[in-house]
């Protein structure tokens, strides 16, 4: 199983701050996904990114992936409290038998206070 | 609009009963997986299948089952309940694009916190 290391777990801050989630792993993904997840709903779809060294951009939200498709991360600037809630990683993998199968991370509890 | 529902939002068994979790999607999609998902363990692949009838065991498969009769239904079987299976139960489908580098988005339920006693 290929194992994707989420950073940090648990992220506390103010409105207005910047902040850097990260994701790493030893393995070669064929595409990250980020998913946002508030209380009592599943994960929702942020981006996805498929090429190594690809940057995407939604709104305060930067999402990256890394040259050699290991790791990624995202960087939001300005948060406010509407950001708060749970973001997940999640790799991919190519080939037939994968079946869309995604690798989560552990994901990060992130709390933007008014 | 893409939907995916599961049967209850909360559920409460005891120890030894038979659980059926069920999953359905309307958005004909090939894959559908079930995931539990415990903090700071992130979301655990307990099952996947990738057609009617086909299935195959994911990360942690002990102490459950599945089934799919149907392309759009999905279900997640409890053989015995037991305390350490008390979870949020998340089902997600996908659609399925052969051979090719592309984002699957999984497409996830509201899930299902089960606690058993």
């Known amino acids: 199983t290929q194992l994707l290391e989420q950073s940090p777990q648990f992220l506390s801050i103010q409105e207005g701050e910047n902040l850097t989630v990260y994701c790493n792993s030893s393995?070669?993904?064929?595409?990250l996904q980020w998913y946002r997840q508030e209380p009592g709903e599943g994960p929702v779809l942020l981006v996805t990114v498929v090429t190594g060294g690809e940057v995407k951009k939604l709104k305060r939200l930067t999402f990256q992936f890394g040259d050699a498709r290991k790791d990624s991360s995202l960087h939001i600037t300005a948060a406010q409290p509407g950001d708060t809630g749970l973001y997940l990683c999640a790799g991919g993998y190519a080939g037939g038998t994968s079946y869309g199968k995604l690798t989560f991370g552990q994901g990060t509890i992130l709390t933007v206070h008014p | 609009d893409v939907k995916v529902t599961q049967s209850s939002r909360y559920l409460v068994k005891r120890t030894g009963e038979k659980v059926f979790l069920e999953c359905v999607q309307d958005?004909?999609?090939?894959?559908m997986f079930w995931y539990r998902q415990d903090p700071g363990l992130g979301l655990r692949l307990i099952y996947f299948s990738y057609d009617v009838k086909m299935k195959e065991k994911g990360d942690i498969p002990e102490g459950y089952s599945v089934s799919r009769e149907k392309k759009e239904r999905f279900s997640l079987i409890l053989e015995s309940a037991s305390t350490n299976q008390t979870s949020m139960y998340l089902c997600?489908?996908?659609?399925?694009?052969?051979?090719?580098?592309?984002?699957?988005?999984?497409?996830f339920g509201p899930g299902t916190r089960l606690l058993v006693l």
């Open positions: 997600a489908s996908s659609l399925f694009i052969f051979g090719t580098r592309v984002k699957e988005t999984q497409y």
């Open positions: 393995s070669v993904f064929s595409s």
């Open positions: 958005m004909d999609h090939e894959n």
